[in-house]
């Protein structure tokens, strides 16, 4: 593998898009032009601890950020947490974590982790290594050792153990381990270069540390901003309902793309998509409809097909940017013994048929004007209206849930 054939300040641009902290920033170019003028390519690590198997679009900010050094020249190399996946890792995290994963668990996760990271990554040229096989290997002497380069002040500098530390929540021995051992990595595979988010910077600059005490090349931190979810608000994640998936549909991908807030497009452009950001200004400009079917598109794109994302955009136009009936709409069964002289009060017909949870979810919906009838899409002007049912009849709650009816 040979270095890239750009300049320094031309690696450094493509580098810098989509990054929040470079630490220490002024040693990212002397690595870089070394690279350059010795033809070693950069050792790029990033880690994975495999406690879930769905990829999102949160984790491919900094798995882009790997095959742009790939396309540079240079060497990734992926750490499969197998061994700090047993701790948990603690960063942003209030409390500690209190399920602890089986190693079967986390090398079925993993082994599912590669297949999906392989959609960002070439895989054909990265190096993997999990973890375990050097903890693994460390008696308790080793262990002790390692835990004597670290003082607990040093620990309690981190952000999330400062915070329960102050606000007396628990902070366990086995979590103090975590960040020591991520450091670790670092010594074990000489990294250069730690690609992740700003809340790993202790366990990066302890990885500094550890590596100049062991007469090692000292890696740079390069820290990727939290790209926030659907809500515009909170980080993207699985737990809050408010991710994309990159292993979804594309029809799915371009129902969420549509439901962003308006001025979070900007940053989803950046960390996301390589549109230029003159390019991406303009876009903005536009109405944003346009704005999210084109980012939508481009990061269909790179999951799935360029005609997958245009089918996609076509179709969310078809059935709900303009309207028109989705292609398969779901149908409900529902007992006419159940009807009072073939009909039902609006609310609890919402709930019978399962588009709504509750009597008063269903009231509140129906007073918003969100529920509706039949393809012309009438609105139901009173929660306790009746409703005379009948077989095939559409039913609408907001804009997305819709059943036929199947009277039996």
């Excluded at 209030?94 to 590669?114: G, I, M």
């Excluded at 990271?117 to 262990?143: C, P, T, Y």
């Excluded at 129902?255 to 996301?272: A, G, H, I, S, T």
Aim: glycine share 10%; net charge negative; with cysteine.
């Amino acid at each position: 593998m040979t270095t890239s054939f750009l300049s320094v300040e031309e690696q450094l641009t493509i580098l810098r898009r989509g990054v929040e902290k470079i630490v220490p920033e002024e040693e990212l170019a002397k690595k870089l032009q070394h690279s350059r003028d010795t033809n070693t390519p950069l050792r790029v690590k990033y880690g994975i601890d495999p406690t879930g198997i769905d990829v999102h679009l949160g984790h491919t900010v900094p798995l882009r950020k790997i095959r742009q050094f790939q396309e540079l020249g240079h060497q990734a190399v992926i750490i499969i947490g197998n061994a700090t996946a047993m701790v948990g890792d603690p960063s942003g995290r209030d409390e500690a974590r209190s399920k602890r994963l089986t190693e079967e668990q986390v090398e079925a996760n993993a082994k599912d982790y590669l297949t999906q990271v392989g959609k960002v990554v070439d895989m054909d040229k990265a190096e993997v290594h999990r973890n375990g096989n050097w903890f693994g290997k460390m008696g308790l002497n080793d262990i002790l050792g390692l835990c004597a380069r670290v003082t607990v002040a040093q620990l309690l500098t981190r952000d999330d153990f400062a915070k329960r530390y102050k606000e007396e929540k628990p902070i366990f021995l086995h979590e103090c381990l975590y960040p020591v051992m991520q450091a670790w990595d670092s010594v074990e595979i000489k990294s250069d270069v730690e690609l992740g988010g700003t809340e790993q910077l202790y366990s990066f600059m302890l990885a500094r540390d550890l590596q100049a005490q062991e007469n090692l090349n000292q890696q740079i931190g390069i820290m990727s901003p939290i790209l926030v979810g659907l809500d515009g608000v909170k980080r993207m994640g699985k737990s809050l309902g408010n991710y994309i998936g990159i292993s979804e549909s594309p029809y799915e991908m371009m129902k969420k793309f549509m439901q962003l807030p308006d001025d979070v497009m900007k940053m989803y452009f950046e960390l996301l998509t390589e549109v230029p950001m003159d390019g991406v200004e303009q876009i903005l400009a536009g109405h944003p409809k346009e704005a999210k079917v084109t980012l939508a598109k481009n990061v269909i794109g790179q999951y799935h097909t360029a005609a997958d994302g245009d089918e996609a955009a076509t179709r969310w136009q078809t059935e709900i940017g303009g309207g028109g009936l989705p292609a398969d709409i779901p149908d409900v069964t529902l007992p006419a013994s159940e009807l009072e002289d073939g009909s039902l009060p609006a609310y609890l017909l919402l709930v019978k048929l399962g588009l709504q949870s509750s009597n008063g979810e269903s009231r509140r919906l129906i007073g918003q004007g969100g529920a509706k009838l039949g393809e012309e899409k009438s609105v139901i002007a009173d929660a306790n209206q009746k409703i005379v049912v009948e077989d095939g009849m559409l039913v609408w709650a907001g804009r997305k849930k819709i059943c036929r009816v199947k009277l039996t």
